[in-house]
């Protein structure tokens, strides 16, 4: 019997130093030289295998468990985000303009704390644990793709080939002892889109010869809501927004083209389907009737991130028996902020769970990505002690 909240709570002073150390040095994502070379160097000093550049800056380290077993890999974000802190912890920013504002400094501490109490227990585990130090969660950092995907380019996802995955975040809605283990989907998938529309140009005031783009336009604008409104069952949930419009330059002229851009955020993959299928059919349909010509670009930004209901179960459980105090939330955790790790639980199943960190009474309880946000330390010892139990539950199932 492991008794991992006991282990956390003893490596805390571990876990909290690392915590810090990461916190005073921020870097931005596919920068993250000096965090993964930390990270690095305490996996090896435990004698854990260590690949390095995996998705640039990203860094695996492989734990074999004695007997056979299925790959478990488990995802700890490292980046922080252009954001000058101003929370005047003893531990602030050293690097100017950079804070970790996300709590990944945490997330990356809770791995290497996790990798110490799994990598203890390697005698009595069936199958191995991927322990996946991933760069740049926040965005693209001027690279083709984000973090996630580029390690899954590099083949973290082989070498064992990986089964299940988990994968957390602090949580500063919340308070400290919430958790939250949802089945189905948590977080919402993102899209832009770009709609040109080429008309025929001309005088204001002979509207008759031309083909006018920005009546199309409007129209186009006015159509889409109604994939919300009359497309999608009521009790789902869809967001479609025009986030800009450029067309014309002057009063007495009808302008050759308009252009639209804006975003789409849905959880469902049926849903998201369909209303991607509409958009196109309502912009290309309109366009069309209006006899202008249309160039539509739907791009993804990150898919949303879906939990499988067996490994969520199985994590459920676990934080049940390892806090039984606690009233474990099992609603979708509805956010339409994005996350990268949905294009890894694309591809494997797996569970994303979320750690409240929030403390009101010691004033940590900024939203994350504000200049003053910080979190309550004691969050990294539910959040290692939750990640390593859930990750030998979930071999043994
Ligand atoms: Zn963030
Ligand atoms: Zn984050």
Redesign the pocket.
């Given at each position: 019997m492991n008794d991992f909240l006991k282990q956390a709570e003893e490596l805390f002073p571990y876990t909290q130093s690392l915590r810090r150390d990461f916190h005073m040095y921020p870097e931005l994502g596919f920068r993250e030289v000096r965090t993964g070379g930390i990270v690095a160097k305490e996996l090896e000093a435990l004698g854990i295998e260590v690949t390095k550049g995996v998705g640039k800056t990203g860094v695996v380290g492989l734990i074999e468990g004695a007997k056979p077993g299925p790959t478990l890999l488990l995802r700890f974000d490292m980046d922080a985000?252009p954001i000058t802190e101003d929370t005047g912890a003893e531990y602030t920013s050293q690097s100017a303009g950079v804070m970790h504002?996300?709590?990944?400094d945490g997330h990356t501490a809770i791995g290497l704390t996790v990798a110490r109490m799994l990598h203890s227990q390697r005698d009595e585990l069936a199958g191995n644990i991927k322990l996946c130090f991933q760069p740049s969660?926040?965005g693209l950092n001027g690279e083709e793709m984000g973090g996630n995907l580029m390690m899954m380019r590099d083949g973290v996802l082989d070498g064992p080939k990986v089964d299940k995955t988990l994968s957390l975040h602090l949580w500063n809605d919340k308070p400290l002892g919430w958790i939250n283990v949802a089945k189905g989907p948590v977080m919402a998938g993102a899209e832009l889109f770009i709609i040109k529309l080429t008309g025929k140009g001309g005088h204001g005031a002979a509207p008759e010869t031309t083909i006018d783009p920005i009546v199309a336009a409007a129209q186009v604008i006015t159509a889409l809501q109604t994939i919300a409104s009359r497309n999608v069952a009521p009790l789902k949930s869809s967001v479609i927004s025009v986030t800009s419009i450029h067309a014309g330059t002057t009063f007495n002229v009808i302008p050759q083209t308009a252009e639209l851009t804006g975003t789409i955020r849905t959880f469902d993959p049926t849903v998201r389907k369909m209303v991607l299928e509409r958009f196109e059919q309502i912009v290309r349909g309109i366009a069309e009737t209006m006899g202008c010509k249309v160039e539509l670009e739907i791009k993804r930004v990150t898919p949303p991130v879906i939990n499988n209901d067996e490994v969520s179960e199985s994590v459920l459980r676990t934080a049940q028996t390892l806090f039984p105090q606690t009233d474990v939330e099992t609603e979708p955790y509805i956010t339409m902020?994005a996350e990268d790790m949905g294009f890894m639980q694309e591809k494997v199943d797996g569970c994303y769970f979320m750690v409240g960190s929030a403390n009101d009474e010691k004033n940590l309880n900024y939203n994350?990505?504000h200049p003053k946000f910080d979190f309550d330390e004691q969050a990294l010892i539910t959040g290692a002690a939750l990640m390593a139990s859930a990750a030998v539950d979930l071999l043994k199932t």
């Open positions: 985000l504002a996300c709590g990944h969660e926040e902020g994350h990505h």
